[in-house]
């Protein structure tokens, strides 16, 4: 009734080694946390240019030696641009706020201590930032 199927299924695995490289599990992580920094360091670095501090340095230049130790080289830094006022400097907090919190998830899956502190103080940082995200209000 119906006709036998004369091919190898492309589901089965008829050889041992496969096309493709695999990477582990940390492999991945490695490279989703190196991916999260280096968003918040791009962030960083247009949050420097619009309010420049010594503390937004300090947290540049750690997130540099955190990506390069993930990464194994320097990240590529992104050119800074001077535009933007209240509201891109309050969505400019938002954003490296939410980015760090990602970051932190990954860090904290990894048992990587210095990312998930490094990530942590950041959070922290963006949350007093003046237009920064704000803690919600607890029901009770």
Known sequence: MYEPIRTKSVHTMADTTPDFPHRSR???LDIQLAGHLAALLTVTDELRTLEPSADLDTAAERLTEQVARLRGGSPVRAARSAHGGE???AALHRRAHMLAGR???VAASRADT???ILSAERMDAHT?????????IAAG
């Open 103 to 105: 970051a932190l998830v």
């Open 128 to 136: 007093a930032a003046p237009g920064g995200p704000r803690e919600p």
């Open 114 to 116: 210095a990312a998930a």
């Open 26 to 28: 940390e492999e991945e």
């Open 87 to 89: 509201r891109h400097v």
